[in-house]
């Protein structure tokens, strides 16, 4: 049984481009998280998605990032127009029912650089 | 407000124990987390708390929970060179749809 996979686990974007970063979710999960982790820093809630729908996106920026979580297929967290300040990792999580909190198992990470 | 704070640094000798402590601010929490990260990796869950308990044992880890004082500690007996990382205290608001609150993280180095 895999765990949560994120693609890509390395990024390289320059100012203005587009980054989209991936999120599989564990086999039988449809609750997803995003985390983002700024350099030297603890990661903080961005937002929570099920299929289709976004229940708490409280933490996003409110340009320029965007997150769905389609029927099929993975995740994705998009971020237009990068700019240096969103270099950091991003760490999706995943739990199967959206309660009980210590079933939410966390991915590799993707680290994206802005140059 | 949810809030975790956690200091930044912690040395110790190898074979020591070491001590990780942690404060939090939302008394709403259902459950507290240790989770540890090498350079370069992801989250790795060490342990969890529930918060109506006082202690957690798990081998080499203990986990102290002071609930009056909202203060968490992990207690890392005979630290080997392989604990070095950065260790996350955090907690889950139950009412937020289950988001975790993660502090700053305390980076463990280990001394000869």
């Known amino acids: 049984n895999a765990g949560v996979m994120q693609n890509p686990r390395h990024l390289v974007r320059r100012r203005g481009q587009e980054a989209r970063l991936r999120c599989s979710p564990m086999k039988g999960h449809s609750h997803v998280y995003w985390y983002r982790q700024l350099p030297e820093e603890g990661l903080k809630f961005m937002v929570y998605l099920q299929k289709e729908n976004i229940i708490d996106e409280s933490g996003m920026p409110k340009e320029r990032f965007s997150a769905e979580f389609p029927k099929e297929g993975p995740s994705i967290l998009r971020i237009q127009q990068v700019v240096r300040g969103d270099s950091a990792a991003y760490f999706c999580a995943s739990s199967p029912t959206g309660t009980g909190a210590d079933t939410i198992y966390f991915g590799e990470g993707s680290w994206l650089t802005v140059v | 407000g949810e809030d975790v704070e956690q200091s930044l640094f912690l040395s110790v000798r190898e074979g020591d124990s070491s001590v990780i402590n942690c404060t939090y601010t939302?008394?709403?929490?259902?459950?507290l987390y240790w989770y540890k990260q090498e350079p370069g990796a992801g989250l790795q869950l060490l342990t969890y708390i529930f918060s109506n308990m006082d202690m957690k044992q798990d081998q080499r880890l203990t986990v102290l929970l002071n609930k009056k004082d909202k203060h968490l500690s992990l207690r890392i007996a005979d630290t080997q060179t392989g604990d070095s990382a950065i260790y996350f205290c955090a907690e889950s608001i139950y009412s937020s749809a289950s988001k975790i609150i993660f502090g700053s993280g305390t980076r463990l180095s280990i001394r000869p």
């Open positions: 939302d008394s709403s929490s259902t459950y």
